[in-house]
Each structure stands twice: as C-alpha cells, then as structure tokens.
T-cell receptor, first 116, second 111 residues
Framework: EAQVTQNPRYLITVTGKKLTVTCSQN?????MSWYRQDPGLGLRQIYY???????DKGDVPEGYKVSRKEKRNFPLILESPSPNQTSLYFC???????????????FGPGTRLTVT | SQQGEEDPQALSIQEGENATMNCSYK?????LQWYRQNSGRGLVHLIL???NEREKHSGRLRVTLDTSKKSSSLLITASRAADTASYFC???????????WGAGTKLIIKP
C-alpha cells in the first residue's frame, strides 16, 4: 500500500530536549516536505527536499533541521524545542506533475507535538 | 508559502445542497490542486487541474480554473454529512515543486 508514515504520532516533551520525528515513504517519490499546521494559520512549509542530499528552507525553518540521506526518509529534527513549536506536523511526498510543478502530494497522518 | 486565499472561511449547508468554495492566488501557476482534511488528520488529495485546463470533474466534485482571474472554484454537488471537512487549495508555480497553500474553507454539512 502506498503510504507516508510518521513517528511518533503524539509526543509531549520539555523545552530544550532534542527530538526527531521520522518520515518515510514507499512510493519512490523525489520530493518530500515538512509542514506545520496551527489553528487559523493553515499549512506552513518548514523544509523541503527535491531529492537525496538536496534540501531547502520553506517559510518557517527557524528551529528545525532536516536531512535526506536516503530517498525514502526525511526526518525532522528539533535540536532545542521551545513551546512555540507546539503544533501539528505533517510530512508529505510527491513526484513531479506530468506537465511540471508538483504532482499529487501524499500526506502522513500527522505528529502532534507538545513542548512544555 | 501562503499566498492563496480561500473563501468563504467557513460554510454550513444542509445535506443534499451544493457547496462551492473559491480560491484566489497571485502568482502564475503550473497546476492547482484541492485537498480535503478531516479534523486533525492528514490531507487527502482530491483533484489536480493544470493551467491549460478550464474544468475538471471527479465524481461529485467539479473544479474550474480561470487563469486570467487567478482563481479556482471547487463545487461539491449533493453534499453528504461525510463531506464535512476542511478544504484547501494549493498551487504550484512553474519554476519549482513548492506548493502555495490557501488558508482553507471549513465545510459543515448538517444532516
């Protein structure tokens, strides 16, 4: 089954304790992305990756790191989490659209992070 | 980047009625996509319309695109309680794979 998996699904942590949210896709997609979703603010892109070893900042990259060592995995790292990073996080992947641009994005189920 | 705008922000209708949501954007685009999100869950792709297309259908969904007005609409016909969700539009600029998202329309279907 084609899917994007994220772990953990729920996480409560304390300020400053490093954490990693994993993301994996089994569709051989080139493009992967991380978003955060906050009430009233919609989806905001954190980082994205066009392919292995190619990553770039989205709209809200501060306080986050990513890596793309393998095509299927795109972990999100919070080196020193702060309460303002409490949010719902989504990983997504896609292939290029048939006529360019992004094709259909497949989303993971989300990770609800609370930083106290 | 959130340079898409959707209206209305919220829409409440009776089951069986049609629901129309609108999306406007500022940049040129390669394609425009619509997604559905049930509360707190991952987004699900509904339909993609390319910049050279004007209308597309999928089941009870009808999407139109007017690139001259930089706008799109999503019509859900004969709405059902299960259509209750938030709906987002997302646009791809010609130059890259990034999606530009609208803020979403919250649709409530009353039984």
């Amino acid at each position: 089954e084609a899917q994007v998996t994220q772990n953990p699904r729920y996480l409560i942590t304390v300020t400053g304790k490093k954490l990693t949210v994993t993301c994996s896709q089994n569709m051989n997609h080139e493009y992967m992305s991380w978003y955060r979703q906050d009430p009233g603010l919609g989806l905001r892109q954190i980082y994205y990756s066009m392919n292995v070893e190619v990553t770039d900042k989205g709209d809200v990259p501060e306080g986050y790191k990513v890596s793309r060592k393998e095509k299927r995995n795109f972990p999100l790292i919070l080196e020193s989490p702060s309460p303002n990073q409490t949010s719902l996080y989504f990983c997504a992947s896609s292939s290029p659209g048939r006529s360019g641009g992004s094709g259909e994005q497949y989303f993971g189920p989300g990770t609800r992070l609370t930083v106290t | 980047s959130q340079q898409g705008e959707e209206d209305p922000q919220a829409l409440s209708i009776q089951e069986g009625e049609n629901a129309t949501m609108n999306c406007s954007y500022k940049t040129s685009i390669n394609n425009l996509q619509w997604y559905r999100q049930n509360s707190g869950r991952g987004l699900v792709h509904l339909i993609l319309i390319r910049s050279n297309e004007r209308e597309k259908h999928s089941g009870r969904l009808r999407v139109t695109l007017d690139t001259s007005k930089k706008s799109s609409s999503l019509l859900i016909t004969a709405s059902r309680a299960a259509d209750t969700a938030s709906y987002f539009c997302a646009m791809t600029p010609p130059s890259n794979y990034q999606l530009i998202w609208g803020a979403g329309t919250k649709l409530i279907i009353k039984p």
